[in-house]
């Protein structure tokens, strides 16, 4: 009897097993070393993975200067099952933030607009970080917003950068724009004639419909609902505009707006107190979908949250419709049910993205991709001496 396996189903095998597996049989043999860092082959992996139970990748800080990295089952084996991911991000007085999640690999980048972006897979235990831009505005004012996605047109991961300049008179002045496309491992300027939105440092973004997409607000506006959504095409490489749900005016005092994603649609949550909470510490969200992408009219209020802490925060949702909430502790709420129910994990400053193991960047160039042992002058420690 032959020990022989045909290519196609070792491939058949080996594509339906987990990350960590992978990388161990990698020292098998040359043969399958190289068919495992095969492009082909971790394009296969990914597309089975991708079928399999999605996971919640989870930021937070547990005690001061002390960030945490976990992953979870986004099932009902969530609760309690965490795994811990090693942090190469150990950056003492900095704190880092998941810019986004895209089959497997994650965007981060400091708190407070600064300019460093690294990309990570925390299955391969392995980072990029990407290199300075050619910025000519040295101003310790000047900061920055992320965002992060893939573009199935040329099968590329791209990350945009905005950089403002803050200017007491002037509120926030656009200052460039760049894009870095993981193919080159370079950025390049983004021309746009006519981008007069202003994106808080502070607002996450979220990946969705081939777009990245933050809340901005535009000061033309500035006397009326000046609040909007702008869409990046990593495809095309244009902005949009995108329209809020039409609010209706109840008295409150409107408190703050946020995209997220609820299954693959493109979400909004509306966090207002005032008049329709219990009491001024309280507050209301309220969670709109919108059914039809690009169509404003398909926004949907698809439930309220009543009566949460206002210092509280809506984070995403989970599979099954669950919401996540930051109370300084991870809470997942029931919306059909109203139950509450305590993950057990307890800190502040929580970032949830959804998250799949893979191998992207496992054929990556070493001396570009760094293993999380490797010391390197742009690591994330020797950033953060830059920044100090």
Known sequence: MSDYIPDEVLIEILARLPVKSLLQF????????????????????????????????????????????????????????????????????????????????????????????????????????????????????????????????????????????????????????????????????????????????????????GAVHWVAFDPAKEHGFGILIVAFDMGNEVFREISLPNYQPDGRLHTSTAVAVLGESLAVIDCASGLVAPSPLMCNFHIWVMEEYGVIESWTKRYTIIGQNVFSKVLGFRKNGDVLIDDDELLSYDPQSHQIKNLGVYGNSFNVYTYMESLVALDGADGVWESHEQVHPNSPDAIANKEA
């Open 26 to 209: 990698r020292s098998v043999c040359k043969s399958w070393n190289s068919l495992i860092a095969n492009p082909s082959f971790i394009t296969t992996h990914l597309n089975q993975t991708k079928s399999n139970t999605q996971l919640l990748i989870i930021k937070y800080t547990h005690v001061p200067n002390q960030e945490r990295f976990i992953s979870c089952s986004d099932d009902e084996t969530c609760c309690g099952n965490f795994v811990e991911l090693e942090n190469p991000f150990h950056s003492p007085g900095i704190s880092f933030k998941i810019v986004g999640s895209c089959n497997g690999l994650l965007c981060i980048s400091p708190h407070y607009g600064s300019e460093f972006a690294f990309l990570w897979n925390p299955s391969i235990r392995r980072f990029l970080t990407l290199p300075e831009s050619g910025y000519s505005v040295t101003d310790s004012d000047l900061q920055f917003v992320f965002g992060f996605g893939f573009d199935r047109i040329s099968n590329d991961y791209k990350v945009v950068k905005i950089g403002y300049l803050n200017e007491k008179t002037r509120g926030s002045v656009l200052c460039k724009m760049e894009l870095y496309a993981l193919s080159t491992l370079s950025w390049r300027p983004i021309c746009v004639v006519d981008f007069r939105f202003e994106l808080s440092i502070n607002t996450w973004s979220v990946f969705v419909n």
